[in-house]
């Protein structure tokens, strides 16, 4: 026998998974999850099926960050305005507003504004906002996750406003907060460190992974935590909700404030915590 005789090619491997016909999602994700058991596909592979599948059914207000989480700049900053709040969010792209938050002028790419930095005083007292803002997707919450990740891939465009009914400014949506819902937390900025499950911060707020030990996380504040029902964190914020609770929600549990960072349709994967006064 040839040696590609004792393997199964994968176009066989997925014959095989998808014979007979499924007639509906649901008898395809039990197709699926048979053939994960068979081992004709892995766990991640499974996850990241699925993920494609969920897309479909989801909108943007499903995962929009609030506007409340968003860091908006002015259309007539000067430099000496914006840079400071470059700095401190750390984010690379911002919604230019003009007269208030529903008046999105354009989004503005933080590197767009690194040949400043060549420039000389004269020459950046010059600057105007409006001279380097890029256009602004603009969608309603209604969107369609899958058709909205289409048009992130034509347009070349990483982040869209979402606008509700009325026309107002709800919050934003990045081409990651979309591509998480396929395949799981893509670690940025604000992520923890792959072996630190509690990571402080200079304002006195702490970012905590939702995956971490209740054991651990009283021993690291001194609290009291109970452990009989849940093991982590993450299980008694799911808990005091009482639901899933969408990325920047924001709940109080003895004595601390816990803001949700990081969520999908599926768990809560990352956390702020901050102890009430």
């Known amino acids: ?32 999850r048979d053939a994960a058991d068979r081992q004709l596909l892995d766990g991640e592979a499974l996850n990241i099926i699925f993920g494609a599948l969920q897309i479909s059914d989801m909108q943007a207000r499903d995962i929009l960050i609030p506007r409340s989480q968003l860091v908006f700049l002015q259309d007539d900053d000067s430099i000496e305005q914006l840079l400071p709040t470059l700095l401190e969010s750390k ?41 380097c803002i890029r256009p602004v997707t603009i969608v309603p919450e209604s969107k369609r996750l899958n058709v ?44 923890v460190d792959d072996d630190s499950f509690i990571k402080e911060h200079n304002n006195g707020e702490f970012t905590v992974k939702a995956a971490t030990e209740i ?10 935590f109970d452990d009989e029902e849940f093991d982590t964190v993450g299980g008694l914020v799911l808990q005091a909700f009482g639901r899933l609770p969408k990325r920047g929600e924001t709940t109080e549990l003895e004595g601390f404030n816990f803001t949700v960072l990081n ?6 994967r990352l956390l702020r915590a901050q102890r009430l006064d």
Do not use: C, W
Request: charged share 35%; hydrophobic share 35%.
């Open 263 to 268: 969520a999908d349709s599926r768990r809560i």
């Open 91 to 131: 984010h690379s792209r911002f919604p230019v507003i003009g007269d208030d938050l529903d008046d999105v002028k354009g989004i503005l790419h933080a590197k767009d504004l690194l040949p400043l930095l060549l420039q000389s005083t004269a020459e950046r007292e010059k600057f105007d906002m409006r001279d």
């Open 148 to 191: 909205l990740l289409q048009e992130f891939r034509t347009t070349r465009n990483h982040m869209a406003v979402v606008v509700d009914e009325y026309g107002h400014t709800a919050g934003a949506v990045t081409i990651e907060d979309v591509l998480e819902q396929i395949v799981g937390e893509i670690e940025d900025e604000h992520d």
């Open 1 to 32: 026998m040839s040696a590609t005789g004792d393997k199964k090619s994968f176009l066989e491997k997925l014959g095989d998974v998808f014979s007979p016909d499924p007639k509906d999602e649901a008898e395809l994700k039990e197709l699926l």
């Open 215 to 224: 054991e651990d996380f009283n021993e690291y504040f001194d609290t009291e």
